[in-house]
């Protein structure tokens, strides 16, 4: 690959937990393309600082607000000066926005999971689009094939690094006594059909404190602040972690003997760093979104529920009782995290 043809675009306008699976998929390509420079677009503050710790020196990192007109027009001048040779468009981006700022970025080679614009469209794409339900950090790595001819059909993804936080900055407690329980009880303020009830989360925690020794972390981001109320208890090993930094969260993760969560981005941000992770997954489609590394687990109801995964048909708008989620017992998730502790 000329010096040329190396730079990247990225476009990733989607949650926090899709930026660390597109992570991982990148991670396989610079393995395998070291002189790739990657211009990568991110749509949220948390995803920018995330990225940035992954990023090499050469890369260029840009926050996009989809809503601002000069937000939008102050990206496009910015990829202009770093002159993208080829560009992706992740799956599940607006087909529209997305084939538009591939186009606008003047790349070569525009790579999308499916051509709806004629001319200005992608110009590289799926001869078929595909029936497999594949996680998303496959997806990535199929369509990155269709230019990146070297890279493995079905790569073995290994722990992100944060540029050396997991190793050195975020080192793991030893000889503690001790299990340490992380639970992260929310999600994006967008995703509220995710979440599992408080009420079981805190009999949970309580179930937890009764029959071990175990310390119970609870995280609690800028979209569950509203929720941290009913959480308050009055036992020493309840610890709170609020609103911290990218950097905070990571050397947290580091010290959890597990983390339990909802379908949310900071399950795939503990598994990439190795973090027993166990996620409550309800309306989303857990064959495509599951944690991807390191003895990750997938906790569902256990009910035969027809309208399931409903995160694709939207069925979960018009659900008042979310069965998927309020089916799964505070008992039924200590049985299956028991063994940590």
């Known amino acids: 690959m000329s010096i040329k043809k190396n730079r990247l675009l990225c476009i990733q306008p989607q949650g926090f937990g899709d930026q660390v699976m597109m992570l991982h998929s990148l991670s396989v390509l610079r393995k395998h393309y070291p002189e790739v420079v990657f211009v990568i677009v991110c749509s949220s503050k948390v995803s920018y600082e995330l990225t940035s710790l992954w990023t090499a ?20 001048l910015r990829i202009w000066r770093v002159k993208p040779y080829i560009s992706y468009v992740v799956p599940y981006t607006n087909l529209f926005f997305g084939q538009l700022i591939s186009f606008l970025s003047l790349s070569k080679i525009r790579i999308g999971e499916r051509q709806t614009i004629p ?31 070297r890279l493995p059909k079905n790569p073995e993804f290994t722990e992100l690094d944060y540029r050396g936080l997991p190793g050195s900055r975020m080192g793991r407690r030893t000889n503690r006594a001790n299990s340490f329980v992380g639970i992260h009880p929310g999600c994006d303020s967008k995703s509220l059909y995710k ?12 179930i937890i404190l009764d029959k071990t020794d175990a310390e119970v972390f609870l995280f609690f981001g800028p979209d569950e602040l509203d929720i941290m109320h009913m959480f308050k208890n009055n036992s020493s090993r309840v610890i709170e972690c609020i609103n911290q930094p990218i950097e905070g969260v990571l050397t947290a993760l580091s010290r959890l003997s597990i983390l339990l969560t909802t379908d949310s981005g900071l399950g795939h941000l ?20 599951y944690p991807l590394l390191f003895k990750s687990h997938v906790i569902e109801s256990q009910s035969t529920l027809d309208c399931r995964p409903c995160v694709h048909t939207k069925e979960y708008l018009h659900c008042k009782t979310r069965p998927c989620l309020s089916g799964i017992s505070a008992e039924t998730v200590f049985s299956r995290i028991s063994h940590y502790l």
Request: charged residues 25%.
């Open 57 to 76: 020196n050469e890369d260029s990192l840009f926050l996009l607000n989809k809503k601002k007109l000069s937000s939008i027009v102050s990206l496009l």
């Open 119 to 149: 001319i200005i469209g992608f110009n590289r794409t799926p001869p078929q689009a595909e029936k497999d339900k594949k996680h998303k950090s496959y997806q990535h790595i199929a369509l990155l094939r269709l230019y990146f001819k």
């Open 195 to 206: 979440r599992w009830p408080a009420e079981k989360f805190t009999e949970l925690i309580q």
């Open 270 to 289: 503990a598994s990439s760093v190795k973090i027993p992770t166990f996620s409550l997954t309800g309306p989303g489609d857990s064959n495509v979104t």
